[in-house]
């Protein structure tokens, strides 16, 4: 599900906008395309040391919406920059294997946010 494009603007620094909602208005929180590991099976593992408002939205509902690009890899008709809209499930794990690895990569994480993708369209 995941292109060769997507696993390309991730090797490129990017600001990643993550979007989550319960109940009311919809919650954005930032991360960085560096900060996102892809596991085997295209889950997304992110580090979360806050996302206290995005852990109370998945409790209500998983649904999350992720936007992320990087000026640096061309897009289509040989557009600078591309992008991509991520639709998946979310969950936090504060245990195992992942968090174990995600740790050690991010020392600072209190948590792991883990998206399993749906869907996932390159924009531009």
Request: net charge negative.
């Amino acid at each position: 599900m995941l292109s060769e494009k997507f696993y390309e603007v991730l090797k490129n620094e990017g600001v990643v906008s993550i979007v989550s909602w319960g109940e009311g208005e919809p919650h954005i929180v930032n991360t960085w395309n560096s900060f996102i590991v892809v596991t085997e099976d295209q889950r997304l593992l992110m580090p979360a040391w806050a996302f206290r408002r995005t852990e109370k939205n998945i409790d209500i509902n998983q649904q999350v919406k992720i936007a992320l690009g990087s000026k640096a890899v061309e897009g289509y008709n040989n557009y600078q920059g591309t992008g991509f809209i991520i639709n998946g499930t979310g969950r936090f794990i504060s245990e195992g294997e992942d968090y174990d690895m995600m740790k050690e990569k991010f020392s600072f994480l209190t948590r792991v946010l883990e998206v399993t993708v749906t869907s996932a369209k390159q924009m531009l």
